[in-house]
């Protein structure tokens, strides 16, 4: 009986994805320093020429694992009702610290990424700044509150966030907040509650 091919839409999905696993790992294993096309090949067991058909270049290639568990580029398009808002806000940076503080690799890359000027990195940037802007006008129209306000305080919030996750295995404790204990990031998650009530409160258009 004559076996089934795969497709090539299959095949290069299945290659994609084995050295986006292998990326993975070797950031895992020994950081981006040291990552160069022919380990990653050798890793894979995928050839240098796929490599660079279908992501141009270990540089393009960890921008793809980025891209693929980033939070931000991955955020859902759809957002709840005005009275739902505050609560909504709450929830997603808890979330942003969740899955951030769950993957190593990906707080690596981040670091990886900030020391970064590449075109490839320049898109990256480009792509999450869109959906920033798409977020903050959404929440704008539905609460009323400026565009400006709201940018500056997910700016404020994201970003710090974002730092913190990544100091934390360089920086026990900052500001007296244990960042290596779960209690720190409760108070931290908390006091950011604390900081969307304040905002939202002080308007009477929610």
């Not at 090539?8 to 950031?27: C, F, N, Q, S, Y």
């Not at 090949?41 to 796929?50: E, H, M, R």
């Not at 360089?170 to 907040?177: A, K, L, S, T």
Request: hydrophobic letters at 40%.
């Amino acid at each position: 009986m004559k076996e089934k091919s795969t497709s090539p839409e299959r095949d290069r999905e299945a290659t994609e994805k084995r050295l986006l696993d292998t990326i993975g790992e070797m950031v895992n294993e020994t950081g981006f320093e040291k990552i160069g096309i022919n380990a990653v090949a050798t890793q894979s067991g995928v050839s240098k020429i796929l490599i660079y058909r279908y992501f141009g270049s270990v540089e393009g290639l960890l921008a793809a694992y980025i891209r693929r568990h980033d939070f931000w580029l991955n955020f859902p398009d759809e957002l709840p009702g005005r009275e739902q808002v505050p609560a909504f806000l709450k929830q997603m940076f808890r979330n942003q610290i969740t899955q951030l503080r769950s993957q190593p690799t990906l707080k690596r890359l981040y670091r990886w990424e900030l020391s970064s000027g590449n075109e490839i990195i320049a898109r990256l940037r480009e792509q999450r700044e869109k959906v920033g802007l798409h977020l903050v006008k959404k929440v704008s129209e539905i609460t009323g509150y400026p565009e400006k306000e709201i940018a500056v305080m997910a700016s404020v919030i994201s970003a710090s966030v974002t730092y913190l996750v990544m100091l934390e295995e360089f920086c026990p404790v900052y500001n007296g907040i244990p960042l290596n204990r779960e209690a720190g990031w409760e108070q931290i998650a908390e006091g950011i509650n604390v900081l969307i009530d304040k905002v939202f409160q002080t308007d009477n258009r929610i």
